[in-house]
């Protein structure tokens, strides 16, 4: 009789249960979890500007001093030009004309800035080919280790030669983005308690300036009061023949007061 007694009340427990989990708030909060950033994307990389296209008139750049090439008829010269070679050929142009805003000298080839201009110019290549084929893997796990390897040592040349740091950043167009201090992981709870606690934050912030805004209206009233209340105390305790405590200074003091209130409503009303 225990066992069936217990199975019939059973259900009845269950509906007499109260959650006290997945509570459905009534204010007037929503959250939506924000956009995962690939780690390749410039916004993530530091730069700022992306590949500009090439202009394919150019020359190859081991044909450029060629003599020959300026004797020859116009056909062979397209032959020589980027417009009829694979576009390898066009990344080289790229790379070197980036080099070439920041290398020492005429034969620079190894310094940090040379490097740092190579690898700038090779990512954005890269950014720009997952644009087009975003399942390219081979492409995307170079491409993170050489955004990873470019801010490594752009972290050594911050530490080095802080002014050289900021030049390059200026003619490679980069913003550099450290790694943080300390990771937290986006979830639901701790986001809608923070938007919690802004939306109350708000709530109170806005009852507060309307509660000053009711109290500095009825500043004039108040001080028109005191003024009387300080005038009849003085002649009250004049006409008893007691100590005044209530000076005249205090009572010109109120109504200087008032009118500097009376002129600054004024002007506001103006404006």
């Known amino acids: 009789?225990?066992?069936?007694?217990?199975?019939?009340?059973?259900?009845?427990?269950?509906?007499?249960?109260?959650?006290?989990?997945?509570f459905k708030s009534d204010l007037k909060i929503k959250w939506i979890r924000p956009e995962k950033i690939p780690c390749f994307k410039p916004e993530k990389s530091g730069d700022l500007s992306s590949k500009p296209p090439i202009d394919k008139n150019q020359y190859l750049l081991e044909f450029r001093n060629s003599k020959e090439l300026e004797t020859a008829?116009?056909?062979?010269?397209?032959?020589?030009?980027?417009?009829?070679?694979?576009?390898?050929?066009?990344?080289?142009?790229?790379?070197q004309e980036n080099i070439n805003k920041v290398?020492?000298?005429?034969?620079?080839?190894?310094?940090?800035?040379?490097?740092?201009?190579?690898?700038?110019?090779?990512?954005?290549a890269w950014q720009q080919i997952m644009e087009r084929f975003p399942r390219n893997k081979y492409i995307?796990?170079?491409?993170?280790?050489?955004?990873?390897?470019?801010?490594?040592?752009?972290?050594?040349?911050?530490?080095?030669?802080?002014?050289?740091?900021?030049?390059?950043?200026?003619?490679?167009?980069?913003?550099?983005?450290?790694?943080?201090?300390?990771?937290?992981?986006?979830t639901r709870k701790d986001s809608l308690r923070k938007l919690t606690d802004k939306y109350c934050e708000d709530v109170k912030q806005e009852r507060l300036n309307s509660l000053r805004l009711k109290y500095e209206s009825e500043q004039p009233a108040?001080?028109?009061e005191k003024i009387r209340s300080l005038e009849f105390i003085r002649v009250e305790q004049k006409e008893c023949g007691v100590e005044v405590t209530v000076s005249q200074e205090e009572i010109n003091a109120v109504k200087v007061q008032l009118e500097d209130l009376k002129k600054k409503r004024v002007v506001m009303e103006e404006y």
């Not at 009789?1 to 009845?12: A, R, Y």
């Open 140 to 186: 995307k796990v170079n491409l993170k280790e050489l955004i990873d390897k470019r801010k490594k040592h752009l972290k050594y040349l911050r530490r080095w030669d802080y002014k050289k740091f900021e030049w390059i950043l200026e003619k490679l167009n980069l913003v550099y983005k450290p790694p943080p201090n300390e990771f937290k992981w986006i």
């Open 73 to 95: 008829n116009d056909y062979v010269k397209r032959l020589f030009t980027l417009e009829f070679n694979p576009n390898k050929q066009s990344q080289k142009v790229y790379l």
């Open 222 to 224: 108040f001080l028109e």
């Open 1 to 22: 009789m225990n066992k069936i007694f217990l199975f019939q009340t059973q259900p009845q427990l269950i509906g007499l249960i109260v959650r006290s989990y997945a």
């Open 103 to 124: 290398k020492r000298h005429e034969h620079d080839s190894t310094s940090i800035e040379v490097k740092l201009a190579r690898w700038t110019g090779q990512i954005r």
